[in-house]
């Protein structure tokens, strides 16, 4: 069993930090065409920048990925969490993905958190999974699938992005709930780039707070797309700057978790946010 709201009131720094740890051939981010061993050693350099949870992933599901056998996603991801659990037993281990096998075997395998990418459309099945095994569950908002989300219907929120993701997290979140995962185990993700333009994505910035009554939430901006659009940067690798300004506002919005690409840099400008806050008192 694992108590997701304990884990996080248990930390002396807020928000918690989520490494990002890529185990597919395919992703946005410039960290590709990785093994076992290497996703290994990024999971293991993110403990040690400061990481809190590790997300573990196996299919891309930037816009535009195609879907891959669930076969090929578990041979990926499977071994990394196995691996883990051995040098790091302690290692509080998020898995990615939208796969109901995926999800049974890694929870099996010692993950303790589900990120479901789907919003529980894709298996809805991932709900019990994680009920049974006490674990907890990240419900991300997105719409289509990664080949079709920026298409633009599924862009479309008429009554407002704001309330119109809210409304739809907290459908599957009373999905999850009916399954049996326990409310303090849930957290929501607003999906920041899936199914939503820039424009949609600075408005959902600025109105997180609709999510909050809700449950915690989570969120991913490291190096998307709509802070290249704003900078001019193309090149996802070099959006560290536009991707730590905009943490660190999230992060006094007050924000449960913030996923991210660049562990150290968050773990240290968070430090700093700190000592500053200390000396103002």
């Known amino acids: 069993m694992f108590d997701l709201t304990g884990f996080l009131n248990s930390l002396s720094r807020r928000p ?3 490494g990002i740890v890529n185990a597919s051939g395919d992703s946005f981010s410039g960290n590709g065409n990785v093994s076992a061993d290497s996703a290994l050693a990024l999971a293991l350099a993110h403990l040690d920048c400061g990481a809190d949870i590790l997300d573990i992933g196996g299919e891309s599901t930037r816009p535009g990925a195609g879907e891959i056998p669930v076969n090929l996603e578990v041979n990926r991801v499977i071994p990394v969490i ?6 790091h037993p302690d290692a509080v281990i998020s898995v990615d993905t939208r796969h109901g096998e995926t999800a049974r075997q890694a929870l ?3 993950a303790q958190i589900i990120n479901d990418v789907s919003m529980l459309r ?3 099945e991932i709900a019990e999974f994680v009920a049974r095994a006490g674990a907890g569950l ?4 997105s719409r289509g699938t990664p080949e079709n989300m920026m298409d633009n219907h599924f862009c479309s929120y008429p009554s407002g992005v704001a309330a119109m993701v809210a409304e739809e997290l907290a459908g599957a979140r009373e999905i999850a709930l009916a399954a049996g995962v326990k409310a303090g185990n849930i957290l929501l993700d607003p999906g920041f780039g899936f199914a939503k333009n820039a424009g949609q994505c600075w408005e959902l910035v600025m109105t997180l707070q609709e999510l909050a009554p809700l449950s915690g939430v989570l969120v991913g901006v490291s190096r998307k797309s709509f802070l290249g659009d704003l900078t001019g940067e193309k090149v ?3 959006r560290g700057g536009e991707t730590l300004a905009l943490e660190l506002y999230l992060a006094a919005r007050g ?3 913030i996923r991210t690409h660049a562990v150290r840099e968050l773990h240290n400008a968070l430090k700093v946010m700190d000592k500053i806050g200390d000396m103002v008192k």
Do not use: E, Q, Y
């Open 82 to 87: 196995r691996n883990l659990r051995k040098v």
């Open 236 to 238: 996802p690798v070099r």
């Open 108 to 110: 099996a395998a010692g």
């Open 16 to 18: 918690a930090i989520m």
């Open 122 to 124: 894709h298996s809805p």
């Open 255 to 257: 924000v449960a978790v």
């Open 138 to 141: 990240i419900i991300s908002h």
